[in-house]
T-cell receptor, first 112, second 115 residues
Framework: GENVEQHPSTLSVQEGDSAVIKCTYS??????FPWYKQELGKGPQLIIDIRSNVGEKKDQRIAVTLNKTAKHFSLHITETQPEDSAVYFC???????????WGAGTKLIIKP | GAVVSQHPSRVICKSGTSVKIECRSL??????MFWYRQFPKKSLMLMATSNEGSKATYEQGVEKDKFLINHASLTLSTLTVTSAHPEDSSFYIC???????????FGDGTRLSIL
């Protein structure tokens, strides 16, 4: 079955710098890759997603890139702000099976 | 758009009682709802998938008689933890989606504490 690995587990960056979180997946049939942000005591919030027919998607300070050949996708956050501090999860799923397979999460810490 | 409301946000109860958690999609019709359990500092663990009007599909290792799921309408699913024990204490989160090719949107979770 599908397996999603996420790195790093913790990432500390200076406010204003960029942050990059990477995920790899094992099943080449996966074609949908969302990213969720989870704040303490809250449920995950979808921040961006990408499908396998595109290589990059951007929404203001957030972007996701997908490399189907290498089977990895990354979340990029530019000009980080204190409110970006949270746990970020990547996930993958296939068309015929919409269950999301989750990465282990990355705790992002923005240092003032 | 795509708001999912989960209630209650926190429950503290005695061992042996049953607890019902509600998950509502407020501004869309949810053909499928999912129930997750999350342990501290861990990722989400899928417990079951429910389609409106059908029996829920449980993941391996999840006791269906322990965790009763009902998805009676396109906007409401409930999870009942029956005869809860301390080991059932956890953070339970629901999600909902409007169609097979749509993203999952999550509620804010329920912190269940069994004394």
């Amino acid at each position: 079955g599908e397996n999603v690995e996420q790195h790093p587990s913790t990432l500390s960056v200076q406010e204003g710098d960029s942050a990059v979180i990477k995920c790899t997946y094992s099943d080449s049939a996966s074609n949908y890759f969302p990213w969720y942000k989870q704040e303490l005591g809250k449920g995950p919030q979808l921040i961006i997603d990408i499908r396998s027919n595109v290589g990059e998607k951007k929404d203001q300070r957030i972007a996701v890139t997908l490399n189907k050949t290498a089977k990895h996708f990354s979340l990029h956050i530019t000009e980080t702000q204190p409110e970006d501090s949270a746990v970020y999860f990547c996930a993958a799923s296939m068309n015929s099976n919409y269950q999301l397979i989750w990465g282990a999460g990355t705790k992002l810490i923005i240092k003032p | 758009g795509a708001v999912v409301s989960q209630h209650p946000s926190r429950v503290i109860c005695k061992s042996g009682t049953s607890v019902k958690i509600e998950c509502r999609s407020l501004d869309f019709q949810a053909t499928t709802m999912f129930w997750y359990r999350q342990f501290p500092k861990k990722s989400l663990m899928l417990m079951a998938t429910s389609n409106e009007g059908s029996k829920a599909t449980y993941e391996q290792g999840v006791e269906k008689d322990k965790f009763l799921i009902n998805h009676a309408s396109l906007t409401l699913s409930t999870l009942t933890v029956t005869s809860a024990h301390p080991e059932d204490s956890s953070f339970y989160i629901c999600s909902a989606r409007s169609g097979g090719n749509q993203p999952q949107h999550f509620g804010d979770g329920t912190r269940l504490s069994i004394l």
